[in-house]
């Protein structure tokens, strides 16, 4: 992989490797791109990852190769603390909240201390807290150069920093928000570089398809709405009517989501014409020319005050944003695309793109540029083999990695899941990156020796009302003789409330057991719990989640044995967007199922089976409690995604096998 991302740094181009657990595929990129003396940007999907690069990863190899290297870490500008709004915090009605004083105090406190301003210093405030968006800033609020703090802003000096540095590491979101903002002819938000990658790559299309479409939420019109009254009267009270103008915005914005209907949880409610599906055409269409009027008295009334203060410009810009949205989805849809309403108890109103198909490959499309002398293949091969004998010195003097001239821009996109068939197709067509080179570097792990594969057939159809129940029956058994050590994923939010109510009812203090339910407590704490696993004062963790944890969460040794898979992960077949590609496909003449739904199922099993094998040492079993996995003729394909654990024939077999993790803990 290090010579393959090598090649691509000399020749340009765009490189797509799918890297399994255990192949060290962050220093196989992080390496040749140090010492190539190229500028680079390193994308991630989380936040997690990107602090272990920039913490971690990044010093200990400039460390050992000796190099003279400038890194900067950037994360997005609602991560950073504003001075401005901070300072306006205390006017807020938040802040009447209990011990909201306290809090904000103690961010007070911290502002004087801190260098980069970076939330995640501050121990203590969750990002779900009330006071996370009083003191921090997104693009929508931001007053830009007209803030009185502008020359303290820490998001601009963490941009200051990234513009001087070589290497630049950031996330998915923030490289789309620097594509978006080049392209409307405003000034970048990253420095521009020759090197390109994307760590976690098999997020990027989702991510991209979020960000390149255009959303109206009861969050943005709440937001708008509680600015402009708590600067409106600090900054110009008695001059305009502001409990008046923000009561209707406030009512008419609570009043469309009302016109959605009552729903369970959390659904998507596909576009059909002018309104979303199975609500009355008459009570949307009221509601919604209610809300572009209640936006436009509050224009009129900030248009009164709009030379006071900046921060009245940029809420009179948002609050002409915002209308142009409420205009937009009353209009018919854009056939390009997908619409959609995600009801909750909130609403948002969506229209994306299906794929960045057409957007991302005109951006990384090869630049006219002259590309650096060729070079000896046998020169790559010498250096990559020194690097991995411990002797970066030969490496640094090779011409090939010093990037002795300036070629086309190099693109590398890694994960260790991007498809279920070698041409990486599910990750290829949707990123428009068919002409990349692609390649898979298989795990070091001995799967057939370290893990197993269990598909209990006794259990009833996926789709029987009691399954949940026999799932959560399976797990208790389990748990009891592990003593913990399981993950339990689930595919529905609902099969994972009725998995650890079970559980949490079931197994009582003498199974000498804790039960971690997603939601009960922040991530986190639910992660870092977990990973303690057993001890002397301590119970052993079983985790039931969904959704998050499928990917991201690792947890090496016997803390974790046992990962147990509720459902094939399918995607939802009323999800709107799944639809509108589905149908794409079969205009196309393609099979919606085989070249749709069963990659994406076969890439988001797979990752959720990667939770269970971290290192080579570990052990486990992963169940999948799902029959179609053995009885239907596409559970071959799913199999094959998956690393070569061997199979476990039978309950008494699978109860056997967690017996002898038991005992081999107890014997060491």
Not at 248 to 269: F, I, N, Q, T
Request: hydrophobic letters at 40%; a negative charge.
């Amino acid at each position: 992989m290090a010579m393959a991302v090598s090649q691509t740094l000399e020749q340009g181009g765009q490189l797509v490797v799918e890297a399994g657990t255990g192949v060290g595929k962050t220093y196989a990129y992080l390496v040749p791109v140090l010492l190539s003396g190229q500028r680079a940007l390193v994308s991630t999907a989380t936040k997690a990852l990107q602090d272990q690069l920039f913490s971690r990863d990044i010093p200990r190899l400039v460390e050992v190769l000796g190099l003279p290297i400038r890194v900067a870490l950037l994360k997005g500008r609602s991560n950073y603390l504003c001075l401005h709004r901070m300072e306006q915090a205390r006017h807020s009605s938040e802040a009447a909240q209990p011990g909201a004083q306290r809090a904000l105090a103690k961010i007070e406190t911290w502002s004087q201390a801190t260098r980069t301003g970076d939330m995640a210093e501050l121990t203590g405030l969750d990002e779900r807290s009330s006071l996370w968006p009083l003191v921090t800033s997104t693009r929508d609020n931001c007053l830009g150069s007209s803030c009185p703090r502008y020359r303290a802003c820490h998001v601009n000096l963490a941009r200051k920093e990234a513009m001087a540095s070589d290497v630049v590491v950031i996330n998915h979101h923030l490289f789309f928000a620097d594509m978006a903002v080049r392209e409307s002819g405003v000034a970048e938000l990253l420095p521009t570089v020759r090197v390109t990658v994307f760590d976690e790559a098999h997020q990027l299309n989702e991510i991209g398809v979020n960000f390149l479409g255009k959303q109206l939420s009861m969050t943005h019109l709440l937001e708008l709405s509680r600015d402009v009254l708590a600067t409106g009267l600090q900054l110009a009270r008695g001059l305009v009517e502001w409990h008046a103008l923000t009561d209707l915005l406030e009512k008419s914005a609570r009043d469309l989501r009302l016109a959605a209907g009552m729903h369970r949880g959390s659904v998507r409610l596909r576009w059909t014409e002018t309104v979303p599906e199975g609500v009355d055409a008459s009570d949307w269409s009221l509601a919604l020319q209610n809300l572009v009027h209640s936006l436009a008295q509050l224009q009129t009334g900030l248009e009164a005050v709009v030379e006071l203060a900046p921060d009245f410009q940029r809420l009179f810009e948002r609050g002409r944003e915002l209308s142009e949205k409420a205009v937009l989805f009353s209009s018919a849809p854009d056939s390009e695309g997908v619409r959609w309403a995600e009801v909750s108890a909130q609403l948002r109103l969506v229209e994306s793109p299906l794929d960045i198909a057409q957007a991302f490959s005109a951006w990384v499309k090869p630049a006219q540029e002259p590309l650096a002398p060729d070079t000896e293949d046998a020169s790559d091969a010498d250096s990559v083999q020194a690097l991995m004998a411990g002797d970066p010195r030969h490496v640094v003097e090779n011409p090939l990695l010093t990037g002795g001239g300036v070629g086309q821009r190099a693109w590398i996109f890694t994960s260790a899941t991007l498809g279920d068939e070698p041409s990486l197709r599910w990750f290829t067509e949707p990123c428009g990156l068919t002409s990349a080179q692609v390649m898979q570097v298989s795990s070091p792990f001995d799967y057939a020796q370290q893990a197993a594969l269990y598909v209990p057939e006794h259990l009833p159809k996926p789709g029987d009302p009691g399954h949940a129940a026999h799932v959560a029956q399976l797990v208790a058994e389990a748990v009891v003789l592990l003593g913990g050590r399981t993950l339990v994923l689930t595919t529905t939010l609902n099969a994972m409330r009725a998995i650890g109510e079970y559980l949490q009812t079931r197994l009582d203090a003498s199974a000498n057991v804790e039960v971690l339910v997603q939601g009960q407590s922040p991530k986190r704490r639910l992660m870092e719990r977990f990973r303690e696993g057993a001890g002397d004062q301590r119970p052993g963790c079983v985790l039931v989640a969904s959704a998050s944890f499928w990917e991201g969460f690792d947890v090496p040794g016997e803390a974790l044995q046992l990962v147990v898979i509720d459902k094939l992960p399918f995607p939802p077949p009323g999800d709107p967007l799944f639809e509108a590609r589905s149908q794409r496909m079969t205009r196309k003449g393609r099979s919606a199922f085989a070249d749709h739904a069963l990659p994406e199922a076969a890439v988001a099993l797979k990752q959720g089976a990667g939770r269970l094998i971290r290192s080579e040492t570990d052990r486990g079993v992963l169940v999948v409690c799902d029959t179609r996995l053995a009885t239907m003729s596409y559970g071959r394909r799913l199999v094959r995604g998956l690393p070569e654990m061997r199979r476990l024939n039978g309950h008494p077999e699978f109860l056997s096998t967690l017996r002898q993790f038991t005992t081999d803990a107890t014997s060491s």
